[in-house]
């Protein structure tokens, strides 16, 4: 399994609708993850961290499935504002190292 | 405000040259990193530093060279003998341990003309 994987997508969705993206990892003792959001020919940002089970911050909720070593991210009511691509984001090993990121999800939500 | 600044935006330069990337935070973070990113590609890690005056590999350090005098900067020199250079470099930094996440400098975009 590569240290973190995501399905590229593009996921085309209308205003409004509710679209998950699933990343799974494989490093079974990665304690932290996040999920950042790229816009195009930008930086990434800082979207979500999740250290337990999960984590939710309005529309947005992350969850860890530890058992299956993959985390998923749910976005509901999606704005046009949302489009972007996100990445997944892991440990590269236990303890102080570096992040690993994921090729990205890319998500298009359509008037 | 805090932040992290990359410089120069936009940087060209021609085969067999070097060049400097600056990276330069205040926000008392320890650990520094640079990232390569190309089009359509995730980002994969060039160096990293987690204390002054050290610094590791990453996974695609060949052909890049840093050095880490002071906490706050972290400059990428990208060597003549990086056969294909061009790309989007972003740099980032945290405080230690994985619970955190990074910030990102805005990236320079470096093409070779």
């Known amino acids: 399994r590569k240290e973190v994987e995501q399905d590229p997508g593009p996921f085309n969705v209308p205003e409004g609708a509710t679209v998950a993206f699933n990343c799974t990892y494989s490093?079974?003792?990665?304690?932290?993850f996040f999920w950042y959001r790229q816009d195009c020919r930008k930086e990434p940002k800082l979207l979500m961290s999740v250290y337990s089970s999960g984590n939710e911050d309005g529309r947005f909720t992350a969850q860890l499935n530890r058992a299956s070593q993959y985390i998923s991210l749910l976005i509901r009511d999606s704005k046009l504002s949302d489009s972007a691509t996100y990445l997944c984001?892991?440990?590269?090993?236990?303890?102080?190292?570096?992040?690993?990121f994921g090729k990205g999800t890319r998500l298009s939500v359509i008037a | 405000d805090g932040g992290i600044t990359q410089s120069p935006k936009y940087l060209f330069r021609k085969e067999g040259q070097n060049v400097t990337l600056s990276c330069e935070q205040n926000?008392?973070?320890?650990?520094m990193y640079w990232y390569r990113q190309d089009p359509g590609q995730g980002l994969r890690l060039i160096y990293y530093?987690?204390?002054?005056?050290?610094?590791q590999k990453g996974d695609i350090a060949e052909g890049y060279s840093v050095s880490r005098e002071k906490k706050e900067s972290f400059p990428l020199t990208v060597t003549s003998a990086q056969k294909n250079p061009t790309a989007f470099y972003l740099c980032?930094?945290?405080?230690?341990?994985?619970?955190?996440?990074?910030?990102f400098g805005s990236g320079t975009r470096l093409t070779v003309v």
């Open positions: 980032a930094s945290s405080r230690q341990g994985d619970v955190y996440g990074y910030t």
């Open positions: 926000l008392n973070h320890d650990a």
């Open positions: 490093n079974s003792a990665s304690q932290s």
């Open positions: 984001v892991v440990p590269k090993a236990s303890g102080n190292t570096p992040l690993v």
């Open positions: 530093s987690q204390i002054v005056n050290d610094f």
